[in-house]
Nanobody, 121 residues
């Protein structure tokens, strides 16, 4: 089991930036994918970005060109730099650690409790 703790959420104006961080603890040696998902009220959970231990990165269509995911050197942290934020980016953002040795766009295994991002003027 992997424990994931997210941080960095908050209130930001449209066009602003936030940087989310996720720290994993426990058994992390075989985590294949660390990623970020988000869920807004009344909507389903969707992929934001993901990074595999092999260096592959994936982004949801709605955030391409604005968000950047970076996996830490020790493979136990992952950050999400969010630029040019829009109101539709408002959601609870969840960190995910997936041990399955292939990228899964739905995520899997372990999830953090989430951090709230609100984009509003």
């Amino acid at each position: 089991q992997v424990q994931l703790v997210e941080s960095g959420g908050g209130l930001v104006q449209p066009g602003g930036s936030l940087r989310l961080a996720c720290v994993a603890s426990g058994t992390i040696r075989h985590i294949y994918t660390l990623g970020w998902f988000r869920q807004a009220p009344g909507k389903s959970r969707e992929l934001v970005a993901a990074a595999t231990s092999g260096g592959e990165v994936y982004y949801g269509d709605s955030v391409k060109g604005r968000f950047t995911i970076t996996r830490g050197r020790g493979q136990d942290t992952v950050t999400l730099q969010m630029n040019n934020l829009k109101p539709e980016d408002s959601a609870v953002y969840y960190c995910n650690a997936d041990r399955y040795p292939e990228y899964r766009p739905t995520g899997g295994d372990d999830w953090g409790k989430g951090t709230l991002v609100t984009v509003s003027s």
